[in-house]
Structures are given as structure tokens and as C-alpha cells.
Nanobody, 118 residues
């Protein structure tokens, strides 16, 4: 069973930075893609950024130019560098990994809270 553990969240002032990490219990090379999502109370989980097995990245318009997603296969870890944080970025951030064998399976972490004070 795949386990994903996020860390790096916290309280930061607007304009500040945070770097989130998502560590997988095994090799991340097997994942077709990995990504970050976020959720605020009463709202649906929304897409933030993703990175494919080959390193191709994609971002939501709301974070483009401020956030950078990356992965280190040797450390089984995915990162989200968040700069120029805004109060609208306040949310619980989740990492997701997708694996395709006979079927496509998504794995989720437990989430890490990011709070941006204005």
C-alpha cells in the first residue's frame, strides 16, 4: 500500500514563502504523475500543480509564476515551493500520486495546513 506524507505547512505572512514536501513510502518512479491540490472548508478540493514521470509540469492559473513543483526520484519526494504567498492560498494542501497497472489508482496524503496572514 502506498503512503504519502506531506510536511512543510505552517503560518506565514503574505508575501512570504513555504516549501512543502510529499514523501512516498516507496519509489515514485512508478507514478505516472504526481500533484498538489488544496481545499478550504466548505469547498471542493482544487488542483494546484502537477508533474509527470518525465518532469513535465503544469500549474493552475492562480499560482502560475509563484509556485514551483519538482520531484526528486532518489529521495522519493515531491516538492512545492510557494513564493509570494497570498491570503487566498490559505488551505489544506494534499499531495496525490497516480499509478497505472491494470487500473488507474490515485493515492492521497493526509494534508498539511498552510495559513497566510494578511
Amino acid at each position: 500500500q502506498v503512503q504519502l506524507v506531506e510536511s512543510g505547512g505552517g503560518l506565514v505572512q503574505a508575501g512570504g514563502s513555504l516549501n512543502l514536501s510529499c514523501v512516498a513510502s516507496g519509489s515514485i518512479i512508478k507514478f505516472t504523475h504526481m500533484g498538489w491540490y488544496r481545499q478550504t472548508p466548505g469547498n471542493q478540493r482544487e488542483y494546484v500543480a502537477s508533474i509527470t514521470r518525465f518532469g513535465t509540469t503544469n500549474y493552475a492559473d492562480s499560482v502560475k509564476g509563484r509556485f514551483t513543483i519538482s520531484r526528486d526520484n532518489a529521495k522519493n519526494t515531491m516538492y512545492l515551493q510557494m513564493n509570494i504567498l497570498k491570503s487566498d492560498d490559505t488551505a489544506v494542501y494534499y499531495c496525490k500520486a497516480n499509478e497505472i497497472r491494470e487500473v488507474s489508482t490515485d493515492y492521497w496524503g493526509q494534508g498539511t495546513q498552510v495559513t497566510v496572514s494578511s
